[in-house]
């Protein structure tokens, strides 16, 4: 049954009969509806840090191409697979309106495009403008094949902002000197986490600031007196990341593609899977110096980390050179500054105007409340692992660690009616035995494994609350909800309090976004409206820094009827 499911579904893609092209103008299809791209995925070589490997690209590029287009543009993407990794791309933040076959988690919405196959991807932008981004969905295949998602607003539709002069993307990532593939496995295998990055990475060059790397430098030239829109990406695999420029003030008025309340700061912290749209107004001479962008890691956990700096440099264009110019270096919070990082957090508000409404359920259908956290299970036998005394770390909600199928999506088997044996539809709405969760841990750490779901009806309003766990060490953990934009109504640290803390949620101006980060120690609630028909399946992902990825723990959500 599985494999006629995979074959099934790869085969839906086969009804269309069109001619793509690469977009590499957005002046050239200024009038276009539909926008049609081609990625070639192939092996290409690159060189960072003095090494040279053969990495998995889109048409040959790192980062990969920039997809530009506007709201209500429909997208036709085709990708052809010509590496031996199986392969699939997910189109992180864009709703997916009837179309979650597009969605592209493998093995949840689709199964993996194969070596020498292809896939259409189609789907049209509803309702979204800004910055988001695109990357494989598939094992760790996503360090090297990511890119920008650009959504200019309808024609005539203004900014809620000054606009600008400039429009800039800045895509953060990692960079392994060795194949990042081979990492995964290795730590899938013995149990334990995975080697760090050799390198953070800017528009995919690590910068002056890492051995061998000079040359390799985000360079941003800009003019005095202009305001240029820097629209942030962090595409790291696991790291959220501070960033500061030195010496200029940034303004933020967008969050994953969505409107916020401007507000001015030096440094922002942003999450992987997050995009930050900044207005960067240049000074009004040119100064007779240049300009540290710096990001590094933001860091709450217990285990090992990429503990380096990536840095770019702001220049201001001159008619005539300049000697000796002064590199003057930003001032980032420490790498533990949960302070900030909630500050942070609490300056973000929905615009919530009459033009851009802040639609935030004020009735609640279903309520649901997830523990995450690290755990640990058994070790093969005749094997030695090297989690916690010999056991493998896994990642959990309500102690359950989310086991991808093999051999049939998700996705299909649900429209097939094919579920049977596939999944389960019984998935905890919350901990099955509670205890204190960011008190001292339980004794137990094992947790169970299986794929399980939540089903809901279609148009059903949800709460959601993330409590973060201290069972193996309380840190902050990045949520994706694909499929769906929430708002981030309340957070705090410690335990949730279910007969306070919802006195103090915000339900006038909450930020709207799809990744938000559970505070280190503390827990983050959310509410969304279920609004997507059922053919859609919605995936709740979340990743745990020190975690491989074939071992986090997640839930599913089918929008049924």
């Known amino acids: 049954m599985g494999a006629t499911l995979c074959s099934s579904l790869l085969s839906i893609p086969k009804i269309y009969l069109f001619i793509f092209v690469t977009l590499s103008s957005i002046t050239e299809y200024a009038f276009a509806a539909t926008r049609h791209y081609n990625f070639e995925i192939k092996l290409q070589n690159v060189t960072r840090l003095c090494h040279t490997k053969s990495i998995v690209t889109v048409n040959g590029q790192f980062p990969g191409p920039r997809i530009i287009a506007r709201e209500g543009d429909r997208l036709l993407i085709k990708v052809v697979n010509h590496v031996q990794n199986n392969i699939s791309i997910h189109w992180h933040g864009i709703r997916q309106l009837r179309t979650g076959w597009a969605d592209g988690p493998a093995y949840v919405t689709q199964c ?20 988001l981004f695109w990357h494989a969905h598939i094992s760790w295949l996503r360090a090297t094949l990511y890119g920008p998602i650009i959504i200019l607003p309808k024609r005539g539709i203004p900014y809620p902002f000054p606009k600008p002069y400039k429009q800039v993307p800045i895509i953060f990532g990692e960079w392994w000197n060795v194949d990042p593939e081979a990492v995964i496995s290795q730590a899938l295998q013995t149990g334990g986490g995975p080697n760090v990055s050799d390198a953070y990475t800017i528009n995919g060059l690590p910068g002056p600031l890492y051995n061998c790397s000079t040359k390799d430098t985000f360079k941003l030239k800009v003019k005095p007196g202009k305001t240029y829109l820097l ?10 990341l501070f960033f500061s420029i030195a010496n200029h003030t940034l303004k933020v008025v967008d969050v994953d593609a969505i409107y916020v309340k401007p507000f001015q700061t030096n440094t922002i912290l942003i999450a992987p899977g997050q995009t930050t749209n900044l207005l960067l107004t240049t000074k009004s001479h040119v100064p007779k110096a240049k300009f540290l962008m710096l990001a590094r890691p933001y860091v709450t956990g217990l285990g090992t980390f990429d503990n380096s700096t990536v840095a770019g440099i702001l220049e201001y264009e001159t008619p005539l050179p300049m000697k000796k110019l002064q590199l003057l270096k930003p001032m980032l919070p420490a790498l533990n500054d949960t302070s900030f990082a909630a500050k942070f957090s609490n300056k973000l508000r929905s615009l919530a105007n009459s033009q851009f409404p802040a639609n935030v359920p004020q009735k609640v ?11 640990t299970n058994p070790c093969n036998s005749n094997k030695t692992c090297q989690g ?3 056991t493998m770390f896994a990642a959990s909600i309500n102690n359950v660690s989310f086991v991808l199928p093999n051999n049939s999506a998700l996705l299909q088997a649900h429209f097939s009616g094919q579920s049977k044996g596939v999944y389960s539809p019984y998935f905890p709405s919350s901990p099955i035995i509670p205890f204190n969760y960011t008190g001292n841990p339980p004794n137990n750490t094992m947790v169970g494994n299986g794929t399980k779901l939540v089903v809901l009806p279609f148009n059903t309003s949800v709460e959601l609350v993330l409590q973060d766990t201290s069972i193996l060490g309380a840190e902050s953990h990045p949520l994706h909800l694909h499929g769906f934009n929430f708002f981030v109504v309340g957070q705090g640290f410690g335990n949730f309090n279910p007969n306070k803390d919802p006195m103090k949620f915000n339900l006038v ?10 505070p280190s120690g503390g827990w983050v609630a959310i509410r969304f409206l279920a609004d997507n028909p059922a053919e859609f ?6 990743v745990l820094r020190f975690i491989p990825t074939g071992a986090i723990g997640a839930t599913l959500s089918l929008g049924g009827v």
């Open 388 to 390: 916690p005394n010999g």
């Open 509 to 518: 101006d909450p930020v709207e976004r799809n990744t938000v980060g559970v």
């Open 231 to 240: 629209r942030l990406i962090n595409a790291a695999l696991n790291d959220e």
């Open 112 to 131: 993996p495009i194969q070596t020498g196959q292809s896939y259409v991807y189609n789907y049209t932008i509803i309702g979204q403008r800004g910055t």
């Open 537 to 542: 399946v919605d995936y709740l992902r979340w």
């Open 365 to 375: 259908d279903k309520h649901f409340f997830f523990t995450v956290g690290l755990g």
